[in-house]
């Protein structure tokens, strides 16, 4: 079933070579990964989006693309060319051959995955080894909760959680801040995914979607509370607060929630007890008939006369 696969790029280093040519044995059908070595050289508009540690995440495109059979009847192989990838670069390691083998063996095989490893590849200017991926935060727990959320979706209404590379964000403007939070809300290119009611066919993404970022900074356990925060999120399109996805600065590592803009609130009181008290109350906002306008007046006057109280 191999003969089809004409692969004439290798490592040049035995043992990666070799467990590429054992992942290329076991293909069986076309949801079988082609598993290869990628050159550096393929990668064009290479972004920095992210860095955990000894890992630093890259968008690009690679030129040729992974290869795959668009009919179980094809013969022949062809590449989905142009693709962008995410390169999950692994560096100042003691033992790089073995490092880059064992976390390749963590991934599923298959094409029909969330998660999906196209191959291996090098820098040529630092000899570090890179992943390629159809996406990837760079942090394994991160990339854990997404692909557990991801495996929970069965209908159209549930949201399709993803990791967002920061260079997806555009037209950014500060909106608030909220002690170790800031918002800002911007225009996402590619947008969330989506799978209009009744539909069977792909998903499809809903573009230049404005958006809001929730930046979390000056955080002890970055990774463990932007994981939480996601958690406390209703996981339905049809919320009225929804939250598509984490994202990373890539100049400040900090981790960004990235949510609807349903609620465009650009003020806060500035005690950060009664702002999350607020922002509790947000997200527990199941549709339009959860806000109405007596109490929303009630609640919004009790609120001022606690802060003229402490002005006191």
């Known amino acids: 079933q191999n003969n089809s696969i004409n692969l004439v790029n290798w490592s040049g ?26 050159p550096y050289n393929q990668f064009n508009e290479i972004e920095k989006t992210g860095i955990n540690g000894s890992i630093t995440v890259y968008t690009a495109m690679w030129k040729n ?28 390691l003691q033992s790089p051959i073995e490092f880059v083998i064992n976390e390749a063996k963590k991934y599923s095989t298959k094409n029909d995955n969330f998660l999906v490893l196209y191959g ?32 929970k979706i069965k209908s159209h209404n549930d949201v399709v959680f993803e990791w967002i590379p920061y260079n997806q964000f555009n037209e950014i403007e500060k909106t608030g801040e909220n002690g170790s939070i800031t918002v800002y809300s911007a225009i996402w290119k590619n ?25 979390l ?61 607020i922002y509790e109350r947000q997200l527990k906002i199941k549709g339009h008939n959860d806000v109405q306008c007596g109490k929303m007046v009630l609640y919004a006057k009790s609120i001022v006369q606690v802060k003229i109280i402490q002005e006191i």
């Open 191 to 215: 947008g969330p995914l989506y799978k209009k009611y009744g539909s069977s066919e792909n998903y499809t993404r809903d573009s230049y979607k404005n958006v809001a970022l929730k930046c």
């Open 65 to 92: 693309g992974p290869l795959c059979k668009k009919h179980i009847t094809s013969k022949n192989y062809t590449r989905d060319s142009n693709k962008e990838v995410a390169l999950k670069c692994l560096h100042n």
């Open 217 to 277: 900074h000056n955080l002890q356990g970055p990774i463990e509370f932007v994981i939480n925060e996601a958690k406390k999120y209703s996981t339905k399109n049809d919320n009225f607060l929804v939250l598509y996805g984490i994202s990373q600065n890539p100049d400040t590592n900090n981790y960004i929630l990235v949510q609807n803009n349903s609620i465009n609130l650009v003020n806060w009181s500035g005690n950060e007890k009664i702002d999350d008290y």
């Open 13 to 38: 280093n035995e043992k990666i070579d070799d467990y590429i040519y054992e992942r290329q044995l076991k293909i069986k059908d076309l949801n079988d990964v082609v598993f290869e070595w990628i």
């Open 120 to 151: 291996i590849s090098q820098n040529p200017d630092t000899n570090d080894y890179i992943l390629v991926f159809n996406w990837t935060s760079g942090n394994e727990k991160i990339d854990d909760y997404i692909y557990e959320r991801q495996l």
